[in-house]
C-alpha cells in the first residue's frame, strides 16, 4: 500500500516536473521573442520663463522634438495647439500651467504676433 | 533591356552611390551637414529624425534610386508613445471579434495558413510634404520621405472576417494594435473602414515586408495594408479586429485624419473646412530624385533626370518633364512598374546645351486621369500634399578636359 502511494506520488511529480520544464522552455525567449530598446534622445529647449513648465508637461506624453520641429506660430496658433493638447489629446494641464506654456512657446518660438 | 526599362548607366549609377553610402554605415554626413539630424533606431539604417517619443524618422530621398525601399530604410511613424518594443510570437495573437459569428484567436502560425497573398505597394504618410504648405501648418514637418515602395506579403483581412463570419447588420470594422497611451485620458489609435471597403479582395494582414520579417517600428509582427490609401490606415502590431455593428466613433476617425469634403480636398488657405470627411485615397504624385536641388550641371554632358511616381491605386499612365519652369513638357521613360499600387521609376534624357540656371519639374498622370495641381492645395491639418515639385539646377560653363 505504502508503495503504491511512493509510485503514485513520484509519478505525479514526474507529471508535474514534465509540464513545469516543457512550461518553461516554452517560455524561455528564444526565436519567437523579439525585442527592441528604443534610443534615449535628449531634446534642450531653450532656456526662458515657463521652460520648467513646458519640458514637465508636454514630456509626459512625446519627447520635446515635438515642439522644436514646428515652424514659428503666432501666439494665437500656439494657444490653439496647447488647447488641443488639453481638449482632445488628454493633456493634464491646468489654466495657469497652459498660460505660462503658451507663453514660452510664443516668446522661443514665435512669430512675434 | 527594353526600351521601357532603366539603363544599364542608371542601374551603375544608382548602386554606386548604394555602395557607397553602404560603405559609410549610412547616407554621408555631408548630405545633411546643415539640415537634418540623422539617428540610428533598431532595425533601422540612419534615417532622418523628427521625433524620439514616439518615433518617427523620415527616409532620405536618396533611398527612392531604388525600386524597392529596403526595410531598414523604410519611414517610421507612431503617434502614441508606449510603442511596442518586445513581441513574442508564443503569445501575441491576432484577435477578430464583435458582430462575428465566432470569435478568432489567431497565432501567427493560424495566419499564414490563409492563402498567402504578395503585391507592391507606395506606404505613404498622410502628412508626407507638410513641411512644404503655405501658410505653415502643425504637425509632423515631414519633406518628402514619409514614403516608400514595399513588397507586402500576408493573408487577405476578406478571408480572415470570412472564418469569423460576419454578421447581418455589420457597419464598420476597426483595427487596434500594441501601441498604448502614456495615460487613460489620451486616446488610443484605433482606426475603422466601412464594412464594404475592408472586404475588398486587396486589403492584407502582411506579416512580410520585401521577403522579411516586418522591423518592429514598422509593426511587426502583422499590420493592415490598405494598398492606395494612405497609411494612417495601415495600423501596425495587429492585435485586435472588432466587427462593429454601429459606426465607428474613436477620435482617430472622428476627429482626426480628417480633409475638406472638397474634390479638392483643400480649402483657401489658412481657412476652416465647413465639412470634412475621413482621409482616404492618395493623390497622384512625383517626384525628381536626381539631380538633387541645387546640383552643378556640366554644359554639353549627358544627364539622366530620374525620379518615381504613383496614383491612389490607379497606376501610373505618363510623366512628363520640363527643363525649363513648366513652359515646355515632355514624356519621361517609364520603368517597370509591379501592378497599380506600386510606384514607377521614370527617366528623361538630357544634355544641357547652354550655361544658366534651369528649374526642373514632373508631373504625373494617372489611369484615371488623376494628375498633379502646379500650386500647393492648402488644408488646415496638412495632408494629400502632390504639388508639382521645382528642382533647381545650375549648368556651368564647363571645365577643361
Given at each position: 500500500m505504502k508503495k503504491k502511494y511512493i509510485i503514485l506520488i513520484l509519478s505525479v511529480c514526474a507529471i508535474f516536473s514534465a509540464i513545469i520544464i516543457s512550461g518553461l522552455s516554452y517560455a524561455i525567449p528564444g526565436e519567437t521573442l523579439h525585442t527592441i530598446e528604443l534610443p534615449e534622445i535628449r531634446v534642450e529647449l531653450p532656456a526662458g520663463e515657463g521652460l520648467d513648465t513646458t519640458q514637465k508637461y508636454c514630456n509626459i506624453c512625446h519627447s520635446l522634438d515635438y515642439i522644436t520641429m514646428q515652424p514659428h506660430f503666432s501666439r494665437a496658433q500656439w494657444n490653439a495647439e496647447v488647447t488641443k493638447m488639453i481638449k482632445v489629446m488628454g493633456a493634464p494641464i491646468g489654466e495657469a500651467d497652459e498660460k505660462a506654456i503658451v507663453n514660452y512657446l510664443s516668446a522661443q518660438y514665435g512669430t512675434g504676433q | 533591356m527594353t526600351g521601357r526599362s532603366f539603363s544599364r548607366r542608371t542601374f551603375l549609377k544608382t548602386a554606386g552611390v548604394l555602395t557607397t553610402a553602404a560603405a559609410l554605415g549610412g547616407f554621408p554626413a555631408e548630405l545633411f551637414a546643415s539640415g537634418p539630424r540623422l539617428a540610428r533606431f533598431p532595425e533601422k539604417s540612419d534615417l532622418i529624425l523628427l521625433t524620439s517619443r514616439p518615433p518617427q524618422l523620415e527616409t532620405p530621398v536618396s533611398y527612392f534610386k531604388e525600386y524597392i525601399t529596403p526595410n531598414d530604410a523604410l519611414f517610421v511613424r507612431w503617434h502614441i508613445a508606449n510603442v511596442p518594443t518586445s513581441v513574442d510570437l508564443n503569445t501575441w495573437r491576432l484577435k477578430v471579434s464583435g458582430n462575428t459569428g465566432k470569435d478568432l484567436l489567431l497565432s501567427m502560425d493560424a495566419l499564414k495558413k490563409f492563402e498567402r497573398v504578395t503585391y507592391t505597394a507606395v506606404i505613404q504618410c498622410s502628412g508626407n510634404g507638410r513641411s512644404f504648405f503655405d501658410p505653415r501648418v502643425a504637425g509632423g514637418q515631414w519633406r518628402n520621405g514619409a514614403m516608400g515602395n514595399v513588397t507586402w506579403t500576408g493573408a487577405r483581412l476578406k478571408d480572415i472576417l470570412g472564418m469569423a463570419g460576419l454578421k447581418a447588420g455589420s457597419v464598420d470594422v476597426s483595427f487596434n494594435g500594441l501601441d498604448t497611451p502614456p495615460l487613460p485620458t489620451v486616446p488610443d489609435l484605433v482606426k475603422s473602414l466601412p464594412v464594404d471597403k475592408a472586404l475588398e479582395e486587396d486589403i492584407i494582414v502582411a506579416y512580410e515586408m520585401n521577403g522579411a520579417p516586418l522591423p518592429m517600428l514598422n509593426g511587426f509582427p502583422a499590420r493592415l495594408i490598405v494598398p492606395?490609401?494612405?497609411?494612417?490606415?495601415?495600423?501596425?502590431?495587429?492585435s485586435d479586429i472588432t466587427v462593429l455593428s454601429k459606426p465607428f466613433d474613436g477620435f482617430w476617425v472622428k476627429k482626426a485624419y480628417r480633409i475638406p469634403d472638397d474634390p479638392c480636398g483643400c480649402v483657401a488657405p489658412g481657412t476652416e473646412a465647413k465639412k470634412t470627411v475621413p482621409i482616404n485615397r492618395m493623390t497622384t504624385r512625383s517626384l525628381i530624385v536626381d539631380p538633387s536641388a541645387k546640383a552643378g550641371l556640366e554644359l554639353n554632358q549627358p544627364v539622366e533626370i530620374t525620379g518615381i511616381a504613383f496614383s491612389g491605386g490607379y497606376g501610373i499612365k505618363d510623366v512628363l518633364v520640363s527643363i525649363d519652369g513648366g513652359k515646355n513638357w515632355a514624356e519621361a521613360r517609364l520603368g517597370q512598374q509591379r501592378g497599380k499600387y506600386s510606384w514607377t521609376q521614370w527617366s528623361y534624357a538630357w544634355r544641357p546645351s547652354s550655361p544658366g540656371t534651369y528649374t526642373l519639374m514632373a508631373r504625373a498622370t494617372d489611369s484615371i486621369g488623376e494628375s498633379q495641381p502646379f500650386e500647393g492645395l492648402w488644408n488646415p491639418a496638412g495632408y494629400l500634399w502632390n504639388k508639382i515639385e521645382k528642382t533647381e539646377v545650375t549648368v556651368g560653363q564647363g571645365v577643361a578636359r
Open positions: - | 492606395g490609401w494612405y497609411a494612417t490606415y495601415w495600423v501596425k502590431a495587429l
